[in-house]
């Protein structure tokens, strides 16, 4: 797929998870205030993180999509690990958030209200956000973006939680009909707890992977595995590689190596080898930037052009 597909993809992806966002914090807000439910009140304050995550998401697919320039040599990419990391924070900020609320309304204790309304916007909530957090995790994939998976990873816990919530407050609603345990009226703010640990952990993840691809930590065993699997395959050409170094900047992954080519090969078939290597790498791993050190074997085979395999 070409590299302005996959920015187009990225950009409408990222503006729909907006647009979605926005509803759900509306219809989040005004029940929690009719329902009076702190845990309906914690998702909404979740969605408001989710919203603002999407406008960084937004924002970064943007800027990562620029091409090099004077100032950034390398691209753009960075863009996005750093929006993945502001997104992490702003999770666990919001987990803070509800667990404050959620300790209160125990001390405190709050009489529901409305509950029916609250459980059937939990569940229109719990059928959307897995829609759109599925369709996300897709182009996430598809273009290997972190923000949008960070983005995605944000509605996905939201679906939980939702769940959870519609649970709990279907449990209260019951209560208030039948009559139960007086233990009951704390489900509400036990649920937002519950919910604050889910949203703990999503944010721990989003910011240690960024943290990650900020500090340029090697790719994935899998890819790295690649690389080595379309250099060996030309094994013929070459005698050995070494200095593998692997990198990521938001979508794109860049590769440097040195390889040790036999000392009489000219330097035309040399360039033309390293091109049909790269394009090798690349049809594995797409969206790469390659550099290849070329260095001549040291060994001193008079036929080097078939004897120096065995000196590898």
Not at 172 to 185: D, H, R, S, T, Y
Not at 188 to 217: E, H, M, Q, Y
């Amino acid at each position: 797929m070409q590299s302005s597909e996959l920015y187009h993809k990225k950009v409408h992806a990222a503006k729909f998870s907006i647009i979605s966002n926005s509803a759900l914090i509306g219809l989040k807000v005004l029940v929690g205030i009719l329902t009076l439910s702190v845990s309906i009140l914690a998702e909404a304050i979740h969605s408001g993180i989710d919203l603002i995550a999407a406008l960084i998401a937004n924002y970064s697919v943007k800027t990562s999509g620029k091409p090099a320039d004077d100032k950034h040599q390398f691209g753009h990419g960075k863009v996005e690990d750093i929006s993945a990391l502001i997104e992490g924070m702003l999770i666990l900020f919001a987990a803070y958030l509800i667990l404050h609320e959620a300790y209160s309304r125990i001390i405190e204790g709050v009489k529901l209200s409305h509950v029916g309304v609250g459980v059937f916007i939990m569940l229109i909530s719990s059928f959307s956000n897995w829609y759109i957090s599925k369709y996300l995790f897709k182009i996430s994939k598809e273009t290997d973006s972190s923000a949008l998976e960070a983005d995605a990873w944000h509605l996905r816990t939201d679906v939980y939680t939702s769940i959870g919530v519609f649970l709990g407050l279907s449990v209260i609603a019951l209560n208030e009909l039948f009559g139960g345990p007086l233990w009951i009226k704390y489900l509400d703010p036990l649920i937002a707890a519950a919910t604050a640990v889910i949203i703990i952990k999503a944010g721990w993840d989003i910011s240690r992977d960024a943290v990650f691809n900020l500090a340029d930590i090697k790719l994935s065993e899998s890819d790295e595995e690649n690389i080595r699997k379309a250099i060996e395959e030309n094994s013929e050409h070459y005698v050995e590689f070494h200095k593998l170094r692997t990198r990521r900047s938001g979508m794109f992954k860049y590769i440097d190596l040195h390889l040790v080519v036999y000392k009489h090969m000219h330097i035309d078939t040399a360039h033309k080898f390293t091109h049909h290597l790269i394009a090798d790498i690349k049809s594995k791993i797409p969206n790469t930037d390659i550099m290849i050190q070329l260095e001549p074997c040291k060994s001193r085979c008079r036929g080097c052009h078939i004897d120096c395999r065995k000196h590898r």
